[in-house]
T-cell receptor
Framework: DGGITQSPKYLFRKEGQNVTLSCEQN?????MYWYRQDPGQGLRLIYY???????QKGDIAEGYSVSREKKESFPLTVTSAQKNPTAFYLC??????????????FGPGTRLTVT | AQTVTQSQPEMSVQEAETVTLSCTYD???????LFWYKQPPSRQMILVIR??????QNATENRFSVNFQKAAKSFSLKISDSQLGDAAMYFC?????????????FGEGTQLTVNP
């Protein structure tokens, strides 16, 4: 089955530690995205990548880093510089602009709790 | 920058009845897409319906339809014959067609309750 996987579903870390969230897709999509969702709020874009070895900051990139070494993978690192990292993180992917119906498909999400 | 506003934090509907969720957006662009996503308690984001701004005809997907008013920058979702499985958080989203790629801007969501 084609889709997007995020692991783990729940993640717990101590304050001051970096943590990396995994996102893998086998949809052969070029573009991948990371969103953050806080309780009662919509999704906010952290980083996105249109192509391998290239990525751009979204609206709330401070305290986060990403890499895109493979088309299938777009890991997100939440660094100790992120002031309030506890949130629900969603990964998404899409084909390139110009493709018919290139809407974003979402993974199941990772709930990160930092104490 | 584009903004998306959903003015109804919560809505409720009786099973089998019809409900309309509101969404307005602000943009200076002429070419864009609009979406409604559903997020059930599992928190999986599911695409409900899309609308291309250049199309005058309102999109329809089974029991889901939109009322797209481009001049008013309004994009409401109508759910007909509501079912218990429709209970979820619904997000309106805007996507520009610029060179920065298919970035989505989301509203804050409307929590829909379906009463049996």
């Amino acid at each position: 089955d084609g889709g997007i996987t995020q692991s783990p579903k729940y993640l717990f870390r101590k304050e001051g530690q970096n943590v990396t969230l995994s996102c893998e897709q086998n949809l052969n999509h070029d573009a991948m995205y990371w969103y953050r969702q806080d309780p009662g709020q919509g999704l906010r874009l952290i980083y996105y990548s249109q192509i391998v070895n290239d990525f751009q900051k979204g609206d709330i990139a401070e305290g986060y880093s990403v890499s895109r070494e493979k088309k299938e993978s777009f890991p997100l690192t939440v660094t100790s510089a992120q002031k309030n990292p506890t949130a629900f993180y969603l990964c998404a992917s899409s084909t390139q602009p110009g493709t018919v119906h290139y809407e974003q498909y979402f993974g199941p999400g990772t709930r990160l709790t930092v104490t | 920058a584009q903004t998306v506003t959903q003015s109804q934090p919560e809505m409720s509907v009786q099973e089998a009845e019809t409900v309309t969720l509101s969404c307005t957006y602000d943009t200076s662009e002429s070419d864009y897409y609009l979406f409604w996503y559903k997020q059930p308690p599992s928190r999986q984001m599911i695409l409900v319906i899309r609308q291309e701004a250049y199309k005058q005809q309102n999109a329809t997907e089974n029991r889901f339809s939109v009322n797209f008013q481009k001049a008013a920058k309004s994009f409401s979702l109508k759910i007909s014959d509501s079912q218990l499985g429709d209970a979820a958080m619904y997000f309106c989203a805007y996507r520009s067609e610029g060179t920065s790629g298919s970035r989505l801007t989301f509203g804050e969501g409307t929590q829909l309750t379906v009463n049996p």
